[in-house]
């Protein structure tokens, strides 16, 4: 059974530039949160996916968006990158949108913008 | 709002003595409570959570944590320390029904051999 898993690896922008970075969740899930993870910081909620939409949202501009498809695989993109936005991208997948307790998460997207 | 507090940025114990790392939260209700442990260049790793029930609770790699709720701590404790425990620990919080952890700043974890 695959977890949680997400692609790129790693990559590196432009400032300015748009970027796209997806997440499978783990079979059975249907919820897909991203959270991103400034170098020394921990993990900040960034917005939650089910059934196709945003259900919440964390405290980031509007260049961060994202989408969530039928078969649950989502997609985060960010618009216009800052230096500020180079953190590690982490999606978390889950049954149902209370059930944190019972997220996993995957091992994480590097986004470096120079 | 909720919050968690993790008042060290790094902890320095000797491989076989015990080790604590501290955690304090605040919520306005009944908490979820996590920890969660990250090594270099990877994603989290799940290690314990409080969700109700007995306030002392096990995880995965001999690792263990107290729910005060009285002091709102859920320190993370292990009785005899590894080399291969040295990590980045995350203390997270969240609420019944809710989208969304929060995590605190975490704490670097060193152990000497």
């Known amino acids: 059974d695959a977890g949680v898993t997400q692609s790129p690896t790693h990559l590196i922008k432009t400032r300015g530039q748009q970027v796209t970075l997806r997440c499978s969740p783990k079979?059975?899930?249907?919820?897909v949160s991203w959270y991103q993870q400034a170098l020394g910081q921990g993990p900040q909620f960034i917005f939650q996916y089910y059934e196709e939409e945003e259900r919440q949202r964390g405290n980031f501009p509007d260049r961060f968006s994202g989408h969530q498809f039928p078969n649950y695989s989502s997609e985060l993109n960010v618009n216009a990158l800052l230096l500020g936005d180079s953190a590690l991208y982490l999606c978390?997948?889950?049954f149902g949108t209370g059930r944190v307790y019972e997220q996993y998460f995957g091992p994480g997207t590097r986004l470096t913008v120079t | 709002a909720q919050s968690v507090a993790q008042p060290e940025d790094q902890v320095n114990v000797a491989e076989g003595n015990p080790l604590t790392v501290k955690c304090t939260y605040s919520?306005?209700?009944?908490?979820?409570l996590f920890w969660y442990v990250q090594y270099p260049n990877r994603g989290l790793q799940f290690l314990l959570k409080y969700i109700t029930g007995d306030n002392l609770v096990k995880g995965s790699y001999g690792f263990e944590a107290e729910f005060n709720k009285s002091q709102t701590s859920f320190h993370l404790k292990k009785p005899s320390a590894l080399v291969s425990d040295s990590a980045l620990y995350f203390c997270?919080?969240?609420?019944?029904?809710?989208?969304?952890?929060?995590f605190g700043s975490g704490t670097r974890l060193s152990i000497r051999p």
């Open positions: 919520v306005s209700g009944n908490p979820y």
């Open positions: 997270a919080v969240s609420l019944y029904g809710a989208s969304k952890i929060i």
């Open positions: 978390a997948s889950s």
């Open positions: 079979s059975g899930h249907d919820t």
